[in-house]
């Protein structure tokens, strides 16, 4: 499994910025996608995570007017579109697929509810 993410960069605030993540190894029809991000000296946090339904989405609070998380399974890819950005949304962003569940919003905020994560990409937002 290879999840290899991109997009990242340099914004100023108010920007927007759009991070893709491009699957192989994995039935990506069938598998809940999801993003994190870790900011700098803190931990990884759940931003995103959308289902093999696309209309199946859910976002952390601090995101969820700006960031929208969507899927294209033609291309084995997800992305996530991030407007109005702000500096604290500075962070190295992290795509990762979703152990298999009924239900989306299993623990869907939870670091060990995914299994295969990409490599990160930088994303750093100046005021």
């Known amino acids: 499994v290879q999840l290899q993410a991109s997009g990242g960069g340099s914004a100023q605030a108010g920007d927007s910025l759009r991070l893709s993540c491009t699957a192989s190894?994995?039935?990506?029809?069938?598998?809940?996608m999801g993003w994190f991000r870790r900011p700098p000296g803190g931990e990884r946090t759940f931003v995103a995570v959308?289902?093999?339904?696309?209309?199946?989405?859910y976002y952390t609070d601090s995101v969820k007017d700006r960031f929208t998380i969507s899927r294209d399974n033609a291309k084995d890819t997800t992305y996530l579109q991030m407007n109005s950005q702000q500096p604290e949304d500075t962070a190295v962003y992290f795509c990762?697929?979703?152990?298999?569940?009924?239900?989306?919003?299993?623990?869907?905020?939870?670091?060990?509810?995914?299994?295969?994560w990409g490599q990160g990409t930088l994303v750093t937002v100046s005021s």
């Open positions: 990762a697929t979703k152990r298999q569940h009924p239900s989306v919003a299993f623990h869907h905020a939870r670091v060990d509810e995914y299994n295969y």
């Open positions: 959308i289902g093999w339904n696309p209309d199946t989405t």
């Open positions: 190894g994995i039935d990506f029809r069938s598998t809940a």
